[in-house]
């Protein structure tokens, strides 16, 4: 299916096990029955063995793949079918084969049951977790989703004991260990989403898909990324003793269900199934006639799993699209071009860490409060084009749209990492490019990607010592940057300074005195806190901010000392926001909401420019338009994502993720207080989709609702008139018929 279906992948790796399971087990069993009579049983079994062996290697050399492998599978196992039957004389399936599948389901069996009805519980209650964290649900539409979901996990747990009991049944003695082993993997993976929905709001499967394989290969980096304090090796070490844990405790249930002689007859389960999926059917049927449209998507937005076949409309309103490539910059490139540069300021970009635009106040950070009212232009709204930090620095310096990150990445890997193309724009217009960041960027390959690390695009000064706390490393990275400063001449100058101790676990340097107290303490934060514990998080994030204020005071001090201050371009800005539990989750990279992607963005020009113009919304893809816009004097590149902010148009900002968690939601456009939600099927490939569906729109008054697929076109191109043609090549309505 591609590299970002990791866990889509896993779940048909075992899915595949267990009918392969059931095929080739059961196909053995079969062969087996009527030795006596010298059918050459033996024979066949270890034909059947060696073409078995022989397809799996096929397909874990990719010489078989998708479909053939499938087919060829089957085929096989049809042919050794009809081989013992025609060539050895096997009989055939009889009546009486038939008669002992009945007798088989008819029959009371041993079960586990301690294991089934413990993980029939462990489901309930995290439904009920996750049903009370959808605020925007009633009493009563909470109380009927709770009985669809017990219905629903009526019929998954019966299929769940029917996958495991004809494997033990199909397979030889030896393979119990194996399946039940497997099988302790469905309380942890429970567990384990729990964790994910209630700390990021983003479900096991969303994280495993979006990790990747590549992913799984960079877990150390993945780990860092994360805020996880722990090594790769240690990592591994805990989620083989979580397993080898919940392995013994699911064979302790097995020996608990013995003991009370626990039995139950297979066709009692399939009417369980029965039931299941018809009280889910049941409850979907009567709650359409009551349940508001937008809370109806929003409950299947929550549950992956849904077993009913009534179900709401999945959007608003659908859309057939081409999305834009804006490759200004690698049209310059490859036509060998110079920008037009009549001017060089020093430009110096500061990205502070998970930098929410409303913790931008007097108090938590005084002098970027001071800074943004009497120096940076003035902007009233700042977005994030992405809810993370690599795609929020890759719209920064590209104008192009998150969507267009992993396909870009993809390229510069075969071509030896030859940095973005805007940095090598400026390079060869005379610029001297540096970084100072307290990590190695590793994560996600974005010092290769974006800064050319191996061919030394920028000078970077990087420190990622594990053993030096990391505001003492932006301590020491400030300066290295004096330093620099006061070796330098005026103008060609172009420096990144990263400030991270505002990522998770927020930090501040040991002398740094905190103004907000109590604040927490612990390493991970509580799924559902009380307001004693919030306040304590908010705490914490706040002091963290308050230490990136000094950091950021002092590098602006910095370039005063150095005379440099007055004539160079300073952008201070966040690279997505922070969520403390406003939408029910923790941290970011889980939803498009104004929480993780309203950021700050400010800006400050030469002092012989003015402030610039006023603007209402103005997106991390405005900077690199503006900056291209000041140094050409009027003459940026056409072809960008963003506009310019020497511009006074208004704008649509645009935001766009691979991490919409349990809202699914994957693209935001947002101006003048309008905001439209969009997603698509398989989103987290994190790569521009061909159809795409509204999910919602909202405006100053609230969720605006319209008759028609036709009503949401124009009011979309009403509240958003520039969004079409410079993010689109072509926007059509794709009919779908729904109710009102």
């Not at 635009?357 to 800074?371: G, N, Q, W």
């Not at 943004?372 to 084009?385: N, R």
């Not at 993010?727 to 309505?733: C, E, I, M, N, V």
Request: net charge negative; aromatic share 14%.
């Amino acid at each position: 299916m591609g590299e970002n279906y990791f866990g889509s992948h896993i779940l048909i790796l075992l899915g595949l096990m267990a009918a392969g399971s059931f095929m080739w087990g059961g196909l053995a069993r079969w062969l087996r029955f009527g030795d006596s009579k010298a059918y050459q049983a033996k024979t066949w079994s270890i034909t059947a063995l060696v073409i078995l062996t022989v397809i799996v290697s096929l397909g874990l050399s990719w010489r078989l793949t998708g479909y053939s492998y499938l087919l060829t599978g089957a085929a096989g196992w049809i042919a050794v079918a009809f081989g013992s039957i025609h060539f050895s004389k096997h009989p055939g399936p009889t009546y009486s084969d038939f008669k002992s599948i009945v007798l088989w389901l008819a029959k009371p069996h041993h079960w586990n049951a301690v294991f089934f009805g413990t993980l029939f519980a462990l489901l309930l209650w995290h439904n009920h977790q996750m049903i009370s964290s959808l605020r925007s649900l009633d009493g009563a539409h909470k109380f009927s989703l709770f009985i669809n979901r017990f219905f629903t996990q009526i019929s998954f747990i019966g299929v769940l004991y029917f996958v495991i009991q004809l494997s033990i049944e199909t397979g030889p003695r030896w393979s119990r260990v194996f399946i039940w082993s497997c099988a302790s993997l469905a309380p942890i993976a429970i567990i384990l989403d729990h964790f994910f929905v209630g700390f990021w709001s983003n479900t096991l499967m969303d994280y495993l898909n979006n990790l990747g394989f590549d992913g799984l290969l960079n877990m150390a980096d993945e780990l860092k990324g994360g805020g996880i304090q722990v090594g790769v090796v240690t990592f591994f070490s805990i989620c083989i003793l979580v397993l080898v844990l919940f392995s013994g405790i699911t064979w302790l249930t097995i020996h608990l269900s013995k003991r009370f002689d626990f039995k139950i007859r297979p066709i009692v389960v399939m009417a369980l199934i029965v039931l299941g999926f018809g009280g889910a059917t049941l409850e979907q049927s009567l709650g359409q006639s009551w349940k508001t449209r937008r809370n109806w998507m929003r409950e299947y937005a929550a549950f992956e799993l849904q077993i009913s076949t009534i179900r709401p409309p999945e959007g608003l309103a659908f859309f057939e699209v081409k999305f834009r490539d804006h490759h200004w910059a690698q049209d310059a490139i490859d036509d060998d071009r110079e920008l037009r540069i009549t001017r060089k300021p020093d430009i110096y970009i500061v990205f502070i860490e998970s930098f929410r635009a409303d913790s931008l106040t007097r108090e938590i950070t005084p002098f970027l409060h001071l800074f943004k009212s009497e120096e940076a232009q003035p902007i009233s709204h700042g977005w994030a084009c992405s809810n993370g930090t690599h795609l929020g620095w890759y719209g920064s310096f590209t104008s192009q749209i998150p969507l267009q990150w992993e396909d870009s990445r993809a390229m510069d890997r075969e071509l030896n990492w030859p940095g973005l193309y805007a940095f090598r724009l400026l390079k060869q217009s005379g610029y001297n490019l540096s970084i100072f960041a307290p990590s190695d960027l590793a994560f996600r390959e974005m010092g290769p990607h974006f800064f050319s690390t191996e061919n030394k695009l920028f000078t970077q000064h990087l420190i990622h010592d594990e053993d030096l706390p990391l505001p003492e490393r932006e301590v020491a990275l400030l300066e290295k940057f004096k330093g620099d400063l006061a070796s330098q001449q005026n103008g060609s100058h172009f420096t990144l300074f990263a400030i991270d101790s505002s990522h998770f676990m927020y930090t501040w340097h040991k002398d740094f005195n905190p103004p907000f107290m109590p604040y927490h303490t612990g390493s991970f934060f509580p799924s559902s806190p009380d307001d004693q514990e919030l306040q304590e998080v908010l705490n914490k994030y706040y002091n963290s901010l308050a230490w990136a204020d000094k950091l950021a005071k002092d590098f602006c001090q910095s370039l005063k000392d150095a005379d440099k201050y007055d004539d160079s371009i300073v952008i201070i800005l966040g690279d997505h926001g922070e969520e403390f539990q406003d939408n029910g989750g923790w941290l970011h990279v889980s939803s498009l909401e104004n929480e993780q992607v309203a950021v700050p963005i400010m800006i400050k020009w030469p002092k012989s420019h003015g402030r610039g113009p006023l603007l209402n919304d103005v997106s991390q893809l405005d900077i690199m338009p503006g900056i291209l816009d000041y140094l050409t004097e009027g003459n940026p590149p056409a072809n960008t994502a963003g506009l310019s902010v020497l511009q006074s148009e208004e704008r649509t900002a645009i935001a766009t993720t691979a991490q919409g968690g349990k809202t699914r939601e994957a693209m935001l456009l947002a101006r003048n207080g309008y905001k439209a939600y969009f997603t698509w099927q398989h989103y987290w490939n994190g790569r521009p989709p061909n159809s795409i569906t509204l999910s919602r729109m909202t405006g100053p008054e609230g969720d605006i609702i319209l008759p028609t697929e036709n009503d949401y076109l124009d009011t979309l191109k009403k509240h958003f008139p520039d969004a079409f043609p410079r993010f689109f090549h072509s926007f059509h309505l794709k009919p779908q018929t729904f109710e009102k």
